[in-house]
């Protein structure tokens, strides 16, 4: 049996910190020791210069990252470890995705609509100062995924719509050239996914909100003292939901712990106390992997050996045979064969018929929006449940349009007449698809 394909990794631009922790180190080390697992994790020093452009920075980053992964318990003899910049297939593997990879959907990647709506409220043009490294970013997280087929990648929940763009070019690479790749799927811890930093907003290198994961002990009690409480008293009555205090503490406590906290709150405990206990809980976890943690910095160059001889067992069994592979593919092929393996006279297959595709996004509710091709043509509003989502499909379908219903939009650059032909060319494929059936029969 196939093993499950794991694949994780943390962009080194910064110090590691508490949410990286929850949110993808800790999971994705306890992921690695399932049964039936095989783990991929790599340091995305590429994506790192996206946004840093300090060399040195980059660097202590990486020895940073790769200590803590290795002190909270990562065996690089049992998983893949290794660092992006050392896979060359990694940047080859980006630009064969560019080369199928639809413009409009990268036009609708958060960080680049975030970009283009702070310049357009400053007054600038949409494009002031974003570059085609931003621009381009999902093309190389999704060749991080697919050059080693990943089945499972764990993420917070604002990278989900980087897996879903990441399933849609492998989804057309295989439509264009044969089945290459396996579509990845999303992994997402509900309670810890996105933890809160000393503001309130998630914790993050950007908002300079962090607390580091191996701050010394009496640095990790300041910083906590300093998260952001809002006035209620000792004795008060306090929301555990609405707190960030709650969120860090559940993060880190088992569930025995987290409901007598709950309990502690709605009985009034006091910040400062309320504080000290999360102070306590963390420095507990934490402790013993911040002593591993030091002594693995002060030996750089074996992290350095750990993390070549990774990527070179990596290259060797996966990523350059793979590459092999979708060189020939797509057409990169050695000219000598060119007189024996005539496939430029075989007839081009025909082009797939448009598909709905349902998903699932951050607010919790179900959406699903008509594709033909790479382009995206209507889309739904948000549904409770799969099921309601589906019987709307279902309806569109019969009804071969979705002209006056209020639950679709057209997205943008498609109209009516695009999807009208769209709803035709399912029905049509849909007849073909029975009647060969009965043919068969």
């Known amino acids: 049996m196939q093993p499950t394909r794991i694949l994780t990794g943390i962009t080194t631009s910064g110090t590691p910190h508490l949410g990286n922790y929850v949110g993808a180190i800790r999971p994705a080390i306890a992921s690695s020791r ?18 840093v452009q300090d060399p040195a920075r980059v660097q202590r980053s990486t020895l940073e990252i790769a200590a803590s992964w290795l002190a909270c318990g990562l065996q690089p003899e049992d998983v893949w470890f290794y660092r992006q910049s050392d896979i060359p297939e990694t940047t080859e593997l980006t630009w064969l995705l560019t080369c199928v990879a639809g413009k409009g959907i990268l036009n609708r990647a958060h960080a680049y609509k975030a970009a283009v709506d702070r310049n357009r409220e400053a007054g600038e043009d949409d494009d002031a100062a974003v570059t085609a490294g931003l621009f381009m970013y999902p093309v190389l997280m999704a060749a ?18 980087h897996i ?15 089945e290459h790749f396996v579509l990845p799927e999303v992994v997402i811890e509900e309670q810890v996914a996105t933890l809160p930093g000393l503001d309130g907003r998630k914790m ?27 006035s209620s008293a000792p004795g008060e009555p306090k929301d555990a939901d609405a707190s960030n205090v709650f969120q860090l503490y559940r993060a880190f406590a088992s569930v025995e712990e987290t409901a007598r906290m709950r309990e502690a709150f709605s009985a009034g405990i006091a910040w400062g106390e309320a504080k000290q206990a999360l102070f306590e809980r963390i420095d507990a976890e934490v402790s013993p992997l911040r002593e591993r943690y030091e002594s693995l910095m002060s030996r750089p160059a074996e992290i350095e050996r750990i993390l070549r001889d990774g990527a070179a067992r990596l290259r060797e069994q996966h990523s350059i045979p793979t590459l092999r592979r979708l060189r020939d593919a797509v057409g990169l092929r050695d000219l000598s064969t060119a007189a024996v393996n005539r ?9 797939a018929p448009p598909v709905f595709k ?84």
């Open 34 to 51: 399932a049964e039936g697992a095989e783990s991929f994790f790599f340091l995305a020093d590429y994506h790192a210069l996206i946004k």
């Open 144 to 161: 991080d995924i697919l050059l080693f087929n990943a089945h499972k990648v764990p993420v917070g929940r604002d990278q989900i719509q």
């Open 343 to 351: 496939e430029t006279d075989a007839p081009r297959p025909k082009a």
């Open 164 to 178: 879903e763009m990441a399933r849609d070019f492998g989804q057309r690479f295989n439509h264009l050239y044969g």
């Open 358 to 441: 349902q998903y699932r996004e951050a607010d919790g509710r179900f959406y699903f929006k008509l594709v033909d091709g790479d382009r995206v043509l209507l889309q739904s509003i948000g549904f409770a449940s799969p099921k309601e989502a589906g019987q709307c499909i279902g309806e569109l379908k019969r009804a071969g349009h979705a002209s006056g219903d209020d639950r679709i939009v057209l997205a943008e650059g498609a109209t009516e007449a695009d999807a009208t032909a769209a709803f035709a060319a399912m029905a049509e494929a849909e007849a073909a698809r029975a009647a060969q059936k009965a043919d068969k029969a």
């Open 204 to 230: 993050s290198k950007s908002y300079d909100n962090t607390i580091p994961l191996f701050a010394p002990r009496e640095e990790l009690r300041k910083l906590i003292y300093s998260i952001v409480t809002d």
